[in-house]
């Protein structure tokens, strides 16, 4: 089975390793010149490392990892330190953090040699007729593909060709995201500080440093190319955020202002009728962009993975495998994943909207109704994102 994969992020990679392990011919095709992972932390949680382990890679993710950050103390906190809420030791205790690129030059690692084509420029791709059609054209390759995967993100090219396209929003809010330059002691705690408008958030790295987050609500024409000033980044994130508690102050002076990143979040603007059209599948942000207020753009694009190299493992080791097998292993994947990742997507934008509430009294019932949830709500609802098993 030939499959082209458009995009070389965490879920283009992580489908290239599980099907080219169940023996399909894969060619990942990346736009820019060279591999770029990004910056940034990611949180590893119970899902995504369930997917890891279908993929095979539990060892080798374990190794570059470790289970400190699922004993700290975690929750929501003022701004003042108070906590609003601690989570449930239990339901955190199986998260694992990772610099994004360490987890991509893992997944690169897994490659045969050739199998990343990169400078292939993505817009000029076409795909015959109504993406049945098995031959796609670009700058650098004329080939032909069974199946073509899209994991080209956020402004996925392939997704424009799907007869209903939503396109994407602004989600009223953008972040600074930064990783101290050395190893800050958090004194055994983590998570998210929300104030008014604006939240911290604190993920340790297994080497001692730490990745932050500093999200803050604007307006939509205040999120252009240089809005914040990038230059001045780590003075801006100081004066909205240098009298919040400790250590919030200091992980943003540990962090230089070229290390730190603005980004403005956005998502899919409605779901996604269906993530595979003809011999075409979406994976990751391309299939169900969703905002990070679960921490679970991550952990979905691997489930993504995994879910597909399952499926798709009879067909991957054939020369020319049967399209109505193809069909159907296509339209059990959509199954499985749209409404899934539709859930998901919208309790991540709930919570988002409630963590950036703008007025005092508003934000006083919020935190007032954090306190009041029970526990055990609290456990099932993170249970059910956090539980999850391939098929089988």
């Known amino acids: 089975m030939r499959v082209a994969i458009i995009g070389a992020g965490v879920a283009g990679l992580s489908t290239a390793v599980g099907l080219q392990r169940a023996g399909a011919h894969v060619t990942v095709l990346e736009r820019s010149g060279q591999l770029r992972p990004g910056g940034s932390g990611l949180s590893i949680f119970g899902n995504g490392r369930a997917a890891l382990d279908a993929l095979g890679l539990t060892r ?3 190794a570059l990892t470790s289970e400190t950050a699922g004993l700290l103390l975690g929750g929501m906190r003022k701004p003042n330190g108070a906590w609003i809420k601690v989570f449930p030791a239990e339901t955190v205790r199986d998260v694992r953090m990772i610099h994004r ?12 040699p050739g199998v990343v084509r990169l400078g292939t420029t993505i817009s000029e791709l076409t795909v015959t007729g109504d993406l049945r059609g098995r031959t796609a054209h670009g700058a650098a390759f004329h080939e032909t593909f069974d199946l073509i995967v899209g994991a080209d993100g956020l402004r996925s090219t392939l997704r424009t060709l799907w007869p209903k396209d939503p396109g994407i929003r602004y989600a009223g809010y953008g972040a600074w995201r930064g990783v101290t330059s050395h190893p800050v002691d958090l004194h055994g705690e983590a998570g998210e500080t929300w104030g008014r408008h604006q939240r911290f958030g604190i993920v340790p790295l297994p080497d001692g440093r730490v990745y932050w987050f500093a999200v803050d609500s604007r307006p939509a024409e205040a999120t252009g190319p ?15 955020f240098g009298s919040w508690h400790a250590p919030i102050p200091e992980l943003v002076d540990a962090t230089s202002s070229a290390a730190i990143q603005w980004l403005p979040i956005h998502e899919l603007r409605a779901p996604l009728p269906s993530v595979r059209y003809g011999r075409a599948v979406l994976v990751g942000d391309a299939a169900h962009a969703m905002t990070p207020n679960l921490g679970q753009g991550g952990n979905q694009a691997l489930e993504d993975s995994a879910t597909l190299a399952v499926l798709l493992r009879t067909l991957a080791r054939q020369d020319s495998p049967r399209s109505l097998d ?12 749209r409404p899934r990742t539709r859930r998901i997507a919208r ?10 509430l703008q007025g005092r009294g508003t934000s006083m019932v919020r935190d007032l109704a954090l306190q009041l949830t029970p526990t055990s709500a609290l456990r099932r609802q993170f249970s059910i994102i956090h539980d999850w098993a391939p098929p089988p």
């Not at 240089?226 to 909205?240: D, I, K, M, S, Y």
């Not at 193809?326 to 994943?337: G, K, P, T």
Request: aromatic letters at 4%; proline letters at 2%; a negative charge.
């Open 101 to 112: 690129e360490e987890l991509h030059n893992l997944l690169s690692s897994q490659l045969e």
């Open 60 to 62: 080798e993710f374990d």
């Open 347 to 356: 309790r991540s934008r709930l919570i988002g909207d409630a963590a950036n």
């Open 326 to 337: 193809i069909d159907a292993a296509l339209a059990e994947y959509d199954r499985l994943r």
């Open 226 to 240: 240089g809005v914040p000033e990038t230059h001045g980044a780590q003075r801006e994130v100081l004066e909205r």
